[in-house]
């Protein structure tokens, strides 16, 4: 065994260092800019108003609205909202994921009450909020929001 093996490594050493203290990145002459999204001039911020987004005269008109009962025809936690079939036979209601309330994702088949607020800029269209789930869809399994599945 030579010397080198027993006394230890000095800082400068490119095995080990004595210390977190002593690491450090090799010093080049220039930083490199980070190269941006190809797709960044072309996104526009999404005009569905969501819970954080909402302005509070829409909340407090959404509030004061009447209490519909529907069926969620589908929800997908990935992408973020879903649609709602509403049980007076209307066209189908938007749902983003921001405006569930309870403790269970929302899966098909679930009986659900919401109420509607009107989606901007020219306020024709709207979405459903306040949506908590009534009746658990009967043999179907449900996630909460925390990654619990259970059956029902």
């Not at 095995?15 to 930083?31: A, D, I, N, V």
């Not at 909340?59 to 519909?68: D, F, H, L, S």
């Not at 209307?90 to 509607?116: A, M, N, Q, T, W």
Request: charged share 20%; glycine share 10%.
């Amino acid at each position: 065994m030579s010397s080198n093996a027993s006394s230890p490594l000095s800082p400068g050493s490119p095995q080990s260092p004595l210390s977190p203290g002593s690491l450090r990145l090799p010093e080049c002459g220039h930083t490199r800019e980070r190269c941006p999204s190809p797709m960044r001039g072309y996104l526009i911020p999404s005009p569905l108003p969501t819970r954080r987004s909402r302005t509070c005269s829409a909340a407090a008109r959404a509030a004061e609205g009447p209490v519909y009962t529907g069926v969620c025809k589908c929800f997908s936690r990935a992408k973020g909202h879903g649609f709602i079939t509403p049980s007076d036979g209307g066209s189908d209601v938007f749902v983003h994921i921001s405006d569930i309330e309870g403790e269970y994702v929302p899966v098909e088949g679930d009986e659900v009450s919401y109420k509607l607020c009107s989606i901007p800029p020219k306020m024709e269209k709207v979405q459903a909020v306040e949506v908590t789930i009534t009746h658990l869809a009967p043999g179907s399994k449900h996630e909460t929001w925390s990654g619990h599945v259970i059956s029902s």
